[in-house]
């Protein structure tokens, strides 16, 4: 009977263990939870060892997503809409607002000043000492028109965009840019529970040492969540690649009509040193096709893909070539036609071809040069002795093709012929802008050279 009770003794304590056990882990966990909802880590306290959790990456790395950098771009973008109307450098018609200029100009600045303020990260000002005249002089440095009397277009150059997924509802991102040619860094916070962000300043990254090569458990930032402040909200972008081709178009044609400088610099090099002598000349190309430029859109497009970059090939309306040279997301150059330097889709289609092949690709190189009135490209194609004997000069070979060519080219076969290492192409050159139109005959005589190299000679009825 006594080791019965015993027994029963040593049951009772076991179970009161057990229990004591079930309890203290229930406090545990509870604990855990209210510090997770109250957000009380930053990005190197992620776990109960003041280490980073393993799905935190240990450094920043390249964006690689179109819907991540382009919803930044649309932060990045509102950002500088802010500075803008902050320096008057956006259009308003005073004429319908019902208060004075003078009251409606400080109604626009206090506003904008304001929402920019609250772009900012509450840590940031606060660390900062962040005041509305400092807000203002960081806007007063991209100041152009300053009197609302029209719209000012900024230049925006995204030089890299790196991403460190913090968690699943937060990404903090780092950006370096130029706002028309000044350039500048910021850290963006973003996040995706309440969809709103906060920006770090150039001079908090500088004073933190925050850069690219930081590891991530060193970054002192709140994970905290951000609350919406009216300012500070954005949607994220969901990208396919027409609206990728039509992001490179629009950006391409806005520097174009606004900044041919901008524009002349994301120019391929190779391109840009066989086609323009200067920044001049292509300036004068944008003037004298400014309308066409202002009121065009793309028609068709094509992507090549290759190894160590993605090409886009549009045409638009009027026939006329944007190439967009994708390295990254943040690297890219344009060509503008697809004559002046060969695309590796023309060379891997022009090596194999038979004769009369390579001479058609040509033709159709030395038509798209006339319809572009670039007489420079067809001159340079033309015979030393055939050049020298019939023109003399780039400004008489200029005014003979303008006489005898029409707007708009196109080329109709009719027959090809060889004598020895000069192959004869006829054909009949007609005027797209014309129904049913004759056109003319003409006979292009090409050798080949090196490579997709060639030179010619030609007559026309």
Do not use: H, W
Not at 217 to 238: A, G, M, Q, R
Not at 241 to 258: A, C, G
Not at 399 to 409: C, D, L, P, Q, V
Request: proline letters at 0%; one cysteine or more; hydrophobic letters at 30%.
């Amino acid at each position: 009977m006594e080791n019965l009770r015993n027994s029963n003794k040593k049951m009772i304590i076991i179970i009161l263990c057990i229990i004591f056990l079930i309890i203290i882990g229930i406090i545990c966990f509870l604990f855990l939870q209210r510090n997770n909802a109250n957000g009380e880590n930053t990005v190197s306290q992620q776990s109960t060892n003041g280490t980073a959790e393993n799905t935190t990456p240990e450094t920043f790395e390249e964006i690689n997503s179109y819907n991540m950098y382009y919803t930044v771009k649309g932060i990045l973008n509102n950002y500088i809409t802010m500075i803008k109307e902050a320096n008057g450098d956006e259009y308003i018609d005073f004429g319908r607002l019902q208060q004075s200029r003078d009251e409606a100009v400080a109604g626009l600045v206090d506003e904008s000043v304001n929402a920019i303020y609250n772009m900012f990260d509450s840590s940031y000002v606060e660390e900062n000492n962040i005041a509305e005249d400092d807000i203002s002089n960081l806007a007063q440095q991209y100041r152009q028109q300053g009197d609302y009397s029209r719209n000012v277009v900024y230049d925006l150059k995204i030089n890299e965009m790196y991403v460190a997924d913090i968690s699943t509802d937060m990404d903090f991102i780092l950006v370096n840019f130029a706002i028309n040619g000044i350039e500048d860094n910021m850290l963006i916070k973003l996040d995706f529970a309440n969809n709103t962000f906060s920006i770090f300043g150039k001079e908090y990254l500088e004073d933190k040492g925050y850069n690219k090569d930081t590891e991530i458990s060193s970054i002192k930032i709140s994970t905290n969540d951000i609350e919406s402040n009216n300012y500070n909200s954005f949607n994220l972008v969901n990208t396919d690649d027409k609206y990728v081709i039509n992001q490179y178009f629009s950006e391409y044609q806005t520097k174009l009509l606004n900044n041919t400088d901008s524009a002349y610099e994301l120019l391929d090099q190779e391109y840009r040193e066989n086609k323009y002598e200067n920044t001049e000349e292509f300036s004068q190309y944008v003037e004298a096709n400014y309308e066409t430029l202002q009121n065009t859109y793309l028609t068709k497009y094509q992507i090549n893909n290759f190894d160590e970059y993605k090409e886009y090939v549009c045409l638009d309306e009027n026939n006329n070539y944007y190439i967009f040279i994708e390295r990254s997301m943040t690297d890219y150059s344009v060509i503008l036609d697809t004559y002046t330097v060969d695309l590796k889709d023309f060379t891997d289609k022009y090596e194999p071809a038979d004769v009369s092949t390579k001479v058609g690709m040509n033709v159709e190189k030395v038509v798209e040069a006339i319809n572009d009135k670039d007489y420079r490209y067809v001159y340079n194609k033309l015979d030393e002795t055939f050049r020298n004997n019939n023109f003399g000069s780039l400004e008489n070979f200029s005014t003979y093709m303008n006489e005898n060519f029409y707007e708009n080219n196109e080329m109709e076969y009719l027959e090809f012929s060889e004598e020895g290492d000069t192959y004869i192409y006829s054909a009949r050159v007609k005027n797209t802008q014309e129904e049913n139109s004759e056109g003319k005959e003409i006979t292009i005589i090409m050798r080949l050279l090196e490579g997709t190299d060639f030179v010619m000679s030609f007559s026309m009825e």
